[in-house]
């Protein structure tokens, strides 16, 4: 019986038993899309993640380009970041693998994660930027586009999660940006409630949004409890809720931030770097991000092993 080497990860996070958690089995051999699936339901985390050596066909510790796919319990997801990190995480420090850099060859395209140079222990991923953001409700309260253009699933969605905030969308990451207001405290932002049966209802296709981003950049962050490491404050915070990948809330989200570090480039008139933080209950997770030339970002952060073993197919 087959059997494939699996680990736990926490990722976006140096804490054990915070961040988000990823399971990454390391199969030598393509598998069928059904066990793929089917192991990712066994695990039941919001990802897991199968690399396979491309360049030295069955070595991990020495391959440094990887194909790479991600499950839901459900689906299939072109892009996940935190399954990324907690996927080199696996072979950078429990395989050993020689390399600095790692290459993977993805549904979104070729990703990069190296050994951060400015971070301790930390590794930076290169991302795509998700930076054509569609403004559908300005602060004044106004649709910016014409109503029969914005989809009144939107409108209910914002209903359910924010009836006050401003809500933007990218259209090709397929995620709303919902924004609260700046003096939004730390309680206040964990009391949001997304039930993901009225998700799923007010959008039962899941074809035009597949996650919906709640976020704002806090106005006092040390008065509202958004301090981090070393007492620095946060850019940014969020939560993201995604029922329409089989994830009621998401603990720490790569591809959100994806979306949302040029988004607050372009609202806070700042190129950045940002520190932000994914206010998930009882965990959290943190991000270091940089905007890079030709529509990249590097996502920076941490990861820590907490299950190791084997998986039998």
């Not at 949302?260 to 998930?280: H, I, N, R, S, T």
Request: net charge neutral.
């Amino acid at each position: 019986m087959p059997n494939y080497p699996a680990f736990i990860v926490d990722a976006f996070t140096n804490t054990k038993f915070a961040g988000n958690q990823a399971a990454v089995v390391l199969s030598e051999k393509k598998l069928s899309d059904e066990e793929y699936q089917k192991i990712a339901a066994e695990f039941n985390l919001s990802e897991t993640a199968f690399p396979i050596p491309i360049d030295k066909p069955g070595d991990f510790k020495k391959a440094s380009k990887f194909s790479l796919r991600w499950f839901t319990p459900t689906v299939e997801v072109v892009l996940c970041g935190h399954a990324t990190m907690a996927t080199s995480h696996v072979l950078f420090k429990e395989i050993g693998n020689v390399n600095d850099t790692i290459y993977y060859e993805t549904l979104s395209g070729e990703l990069v994660v190296k050994k951060s140079d400015i971070l301790k222990d930390a590794l930076a991923m290169n991302f795509p930027q998700y930076h054509e953001i569609v403004d559908l409700k300005s602060k004044e309260g106004s649709n910016i586009f014409p109503k029969e253009t914005c989809p009144e699933f939107i409108n209910d969605i914002l209903k359910t999660i924010a009836p006050n905030g401003y809500v933007h969308v990218s259209l090709a990451a397929k995620k709303l940006v919902i924004v609260l207001d700046s003096t939004t405290t730390r309680e206040e932002l964990l009391q949001v409630r997304a039930p993901a049966d009225a998700l799923i209802k007010a959008h039962p296709e899941g074809n035009l949004v597949r996650g919906a981003i709640v976020t704002f950049a806090p106005k006092d962050p040390a008065a509202q409890g958004f301090i981090g490491a070393n007492n620095k404050p946060y850019d940014f915070v969020s939560r993201y809720f995604a029922p329409w990948a089989g994830i009621p809330e998401d603990p720490a989200t790569g591809a959100a931030h994806c979306v949302l570090g040029p988004f607050w480039a372009k609202m806070l008139k700042k190129p950045g770097p940002f520190y932000a933080f994914q206010c998930y209950p009882k965990r959290g997770a943190e991000f270091h991000l940089e905007l890079l030339p030709e529509n990249r970002i590097n996502l920076t952060g941490h990861a820590t092993t907490i299950v190791r073993g084997n998986i039998e197919i």
